[in-house]
Nanobody
Framework: QVQLVESGGGLVQAGGSLRLSCAAS????????MAWFRQPPGKEREFVSF????????LYADSVKGRFTMSRDNVKNTLHLQMNSLKPEDTAVYYC??????????????????WGQGTQVTVSS
């Protein structure tokens, strides 16, 4: 089983950039498809991006497509989310997650049983 720890959140002005990281412990990181979710204040957790085991062709929510880039390094056991052109509506706690339920759609939180503790991203207008 893998343990996940996010970092890189913070306060940034609209139009700015942040790079989130997710460090995974254990030798099995490369066996998990991975995702980023976020939970805005007072709202449900929502899908941000997903990548398969080999890191090819990440998938994105429409709201972040063209602004966010997800990548993974299976040698360093890390996951990244480069966030550019940030908007106030990107304000949320961001979570990385390892997919453990293959019978549920990848953009659904129920497909993931392994989660990090989250990192706060605040975008000021």
């Amino acid at each position: 089983q893998v343990q996940l720890v996010e970092s890189g959140g913070g306060l940034v002005q609209a139009g700015g950039s942040l790079r989130l990281s997710c460090a995974a412990s254990g030798r099995t990181f490369s066996s998990y498809p991975m995702a980023w979710f976020r939970q805005p204040p007072g709202k449900e957790r929502e899908f941000v991006s997903f990548v398969g085991r080999n890191g090819d062709n990440p998938l994105y929510a429409d709201s972040v497509k063209g602004r966010f880039t997800m990548s993974r390094d299976n040698v360093k056991n890390t996951l990244h989310l480069q966030m550019n052109s940030l908007k106030p509506e990107d304000t949320a706690v961001y979570y990385c997650a390892a997919r453990t339920v293959s019978t549920v759609a990848y953009y659904t939180a129920k497909a993931y049983e392994l989660w990090g503790q989250g990192t706060q991203v605040t975008v000021s207008s």
